[in-house]
């Protein structure tokens, strides 16, 4: 058999194509911040702002328009303090822009990301002992109280990011006892300490004061442990699973896709965003390379990818150029 019979007629091609790349596929991020009149470009995601709850309607006018299905929230408070206690207000920024985005539309899902990491003093992911170590079950009871909040205030789907043992079934436990039994949770459960979160600590002003997240976050050398890790988080009923990062991890994608029959969610990291746009700026790379990237999320297995190009690349499929 000659395989190039097959890809000589670009007819053909498109119809025996493996993997597709639809709008629906994607989620994305928004930044709220608290004050007013604020649109505010962050300069280490070029084309990502940071909007006050008064600015987002237009952009999410654009977001129903371009058929987007899901935003993921996060939040950068005025105060922080050593429990973030800004992350569990009844009046907090997510809380505030769940309220808001659902009196501007209904055809949004709001997925709000649950850490501490951007509410505490010290950025950290948790609730912290005199030595400066991340209380793991301690830190359940703040993230249940988040999850509730953020649940009481209107969101569709909770996504803990936090990497604390057992959080998914603190925080089912606390939805369910309150009548949120039908709210989903979308778990962090791959979540690496990768270096390709660089450009999202600006945008959040979540990096630690100190020291760093391999305690709590996967360590990048390992693949084995994130199946253990997804393995337990899927027993503890978690609804879809995150891959974090998704370019270098498109391996640990594929054997998740592979050995569970749940959703698998890609996220398209700042770091994998910004390195993109920069080689296109730059003329190594075309910008086609956005489009290439995504595919192989899709093809390693994710029905879904977390992008800060959803919007750019929602257009491209509207204008039918891929």
Known sequence: MRMR?????PIIREMIRETSLEVKDF???????????????????????????DMLADEINELVDLGIKAVILFGIPDHKDSCGSEAYAKDGIIQKGIRKIKELTD??????????????????????NESGQVL???????????????????????????????????????????????????????????????????????APQFGDRKAYQMDFHNGAEALREIDLDLKEDADFIIVKPALAYLDVIKEASQNFNTTIVAYNVSGEYSMLLKAIEEGLLNESVIYESLIAMKRAGAKLIISY???????????GRY
Do not use: Q
Not at 41 to 47: A, H, K, Y
Not at 154 to 175: Q, T
């Open 5 to 9: 019979r097959t890809r000589n007629n």
């Open 27 to 53: 989620i994305y991020p928004l930044f709220l911040v608290e004050g007013e009149g604020i649109k505010r470009e962050i300069s280490s995601l070029p084309g990502v702002y940071h909007f006050s709850i």
């Open 107 to 128: 055809e949004l899902l709001v997925i709000t990301d649950v850490c501490m990491c951007e509410y505490t003093d010290h950025g950290h992911c948790g609730i912290l």
């Open 136 to 206: 793991n079950d301690k830190t359940l009871e703040y993230l249940a109280k988040i999850s509730l909040s953020h649940a009481e205030a209107g969101a569709d789907i909770i996504a803990p990011s936090d990497m604390m043992d057992f959080r998914v079934r603190r925080i089912r436990k606390e939805l369910d006892a309150n009548g949120f039994e039908n709210i989903p949770i979308m778990a962090y459960s791959a979540k690496y300490a990768s270096a390709y979160y660089g450009p999202f600590r600006e945008a959040a002003n979540s």
């Open 309 to 319: 190009h959803a919007k750019e690349v929602a257009k491209w499929l509207k204008e």
